[in-house]
């Protein structure tokens, strides 16, 4: 293996360095850093991905592995989303949510909320992390406990 040893590279026109073809991978070795594209931020393992948010701490990141904004009312249907392939009208107020790519596990957090387009009082949605193909909502009202349509489903899956 080659190596090139040398304390800075600077592009001979413009301002990109281009190291690699498309589609190849480049390694930092342990205890590198790099600044500009990612000015704080390390792989850390191969496996976490870590940065220091400026508080003068590294921690991992857990990012946002799916989420979805879609209306439950009549047919549903998907406004948008990342990683969801499918939702599954279950009854009134019950939706099973289905990830393209599965969670490593069930054990993942949601964040959702519910709502008409106008009434916006007495609202909850709650969620089952059924397997880690797919999660239960619920949409309800506190009150009389009820499940009703909701107009606008959204949901963020965090693992």
Request: hydrophobic share 35%; proline share 3%.
């Amino acid at each position: 293996m080659s190596q090139i040893s040398v304390d800075s590279v600077i592009p001979q026109s413009g301002t990109t360095i281009t190291v690699g073809a498309s589609g190849d991978t480049v390694n930092l070795g342990s205890g590198a850093s790099t600044n500009g594209f990612l000015p704080s931020a390390i792989a850390v393992s191969g496996t976490d991905f870590q940065f220091d948010s400026g508080y003068g701490s590294t921690a991992t990141a857990y990012g946002c592995r799916a989420w979805v904004n879609f209306n439950g009312t009549g047919t549903v249907a998907i406004r948008d989303s990342a990683n969801i392939s499918s939702l599954v009208d279950n009854g009134v107020g019950k939706y099973a949510v289905n990830f393209t790519t599965a969670m490593p596990d069930a054990n993942y957090a949601v964040g959702a909320s519910a709502n008409e387009t106008s009434d916006f009082g007495d609202r909850q949605l709650s969620a089952t992390p059924t397997s880690s193909s797919l999660c239960d909502l619920y949409s309800g009202r506190t009150a009389t406990t009820t499940t009703y349509d909701a107009a606008y489903v959204l949901a963020a899956f965090f693992r």
